[in-house]
């Protein structure tokens, strides 16, 4: 069973970067789509990037300055996060799915569906952007 585990999170002044990574153990990554979602205080869940089998989806939010990448060799997905906002302050989680198309779907809905990201999710990783 595929099972994800967040890290990288931590308290950052604005303008920093964080990379936080998504790893799976024993299941490869490869044939799944993986999501990045985060949820601030008092918020819903909103999604922020997604990477499918070749392309990678960012919300406007953070396009230009968050970039997601795979690293094969190390079974992980990576959310490289830059010029760090206070808005940018929530729990970050990743989720994957194999549907295909599925970043595709979740781009078009305006990154408010969630419901196709059913096969695995992280339990999140807190960051904070403060001075």
């Known amino acids: 069973q595929l099972q994800l585990v967040e890290s990288g999170g931590g308290l950052v002044q604005p303008g920093g970067s964080l990379t936080l990574s998504c790893a799976a153990s024993?299941?490869?990554?490869?044939?799944?789509?993986i999501g990045w979602f985060r949820q601030a205080p008092g918020k819903g869940r909103e999604g922020v990037s997604c990477?499918?089998?070749?392309?990678?989806y960012y919300s406007d939010s953070v396009k230009g300055r968050f970039f997601i990448y795979r690293d094969n060799a190390e079974n992980t997905v990576s959310l490289q996060m830059n010029s760090l906002k206070p808005e940018d302050t929530a729990v970050y989680y990743c989720?994957?799915?194999?549907?295909?198309?599925?970043?595709?779907?979740?781009?078009?809905?305006?990154?408010?569906?969630?419901?196709?990201?059913?096969?695995?999710w992280g339990q999140g990783t807190q960051v904070t952007v403060s001075s």
């Open positions: 990477i499918s089998k070749g392309r990678e």
């Open positions: 989720a994957a799915e194999s549907t295909p198309y599925v970043c595709d779907y979740l781009y078009g809905s305006g990154w408010s569906e969630l419901r196709d990201f059913d096969d695995a």
């Open positions: 024993g299941v490869s990554l490869r044939p799944y789509a």
